[in-house]
């Protein structure tokens, strides 16, 4: 995961259209925060009442919160920000409740792990008796319906290529 991250670094330096990157990330060509620890995230998951997934530690392990590479995907937030989406945007929560659809059973639950206070949300579902795995959700009311990942290395791939398409 760490070398898709590097790559996707890169490919966002020179994309830089609202110089929202600092000059170390520029420099670093890293749009990551140093690694969280074990404990921190271990905190996390005492915080949440979850274990969290292998591949979502990992990538914490790797990069303890992930700037935006574009205007489109959301900033990967440092594990002491993550919550559960009805604790920091109720307000959506709410809306999606009245509306009765499925998904907002899973919003209801989620855990936000990117996008605070942006346009675009980054999900995990945490698993239930009828979903034995973790599902990984890109949420924006510009996205019609569901958008699932397979997992997070899936999701960074797809954001990779995105970047190599338009770039």
């Given at each position: 995961m760490k070398?898709l991250?590097?790559e996707?670094?890169?490919l ?10 600092t000059?170390e990330?520029?420099k670093n060509?890293w749009?990551g925060?140093?690694?969280a620890?074990v404990?921190e995230i271990?905190l996390?998951e ?10 979502y530690?990992e990538f914490l ?6 700037s935006a590479?574009?205007d489109i ?6 594990v002491d ?11 959506l929560v709410?809306v999606?409740?009245e509306s009765k ?11 936000l792990?990117a996008?605070?206070d942006q ?7 945490p698993t239930t008796v009828n979903?034995p795995a ?8 510009w996205?019609?319906?569901v958008?699932?990942?397979?997992d ?12 190599k398409?338009?770039?």
């Open positions: 070398e991250l590097k996707i670094s890169r966002a330096i020179p994309e830089d259209r609202w110089n929202l990157l000059e990330q520029i060509e749009l925060n140093p690694p620890s404990d271990k996390a005492q915080r949440l009442g979850v274990i969290l997934p292998e591949d530690k392990l790797i990069a303890n919160g992930f590479p574009n995907e959301p900033g990967f937030e440092a920000r993550i919550n559960f989406l009805e604790n920091i945007d109720p307000f709410e999606w409740n659809l499925e998904e907002s059973i899973d919003l209801a639950r989620s855990i792990i996008g605070i346009e675009q949300y980054f999900l995990l579902i979903e973790w599902r990984y959700w890109k949420f924006a009311n996205i019609p319906g958008h699932l990942s397979a997070l290395t899936n999701y960074f791939k797809g954001v990779l290529e995105f970047m398409n338009v770039s």
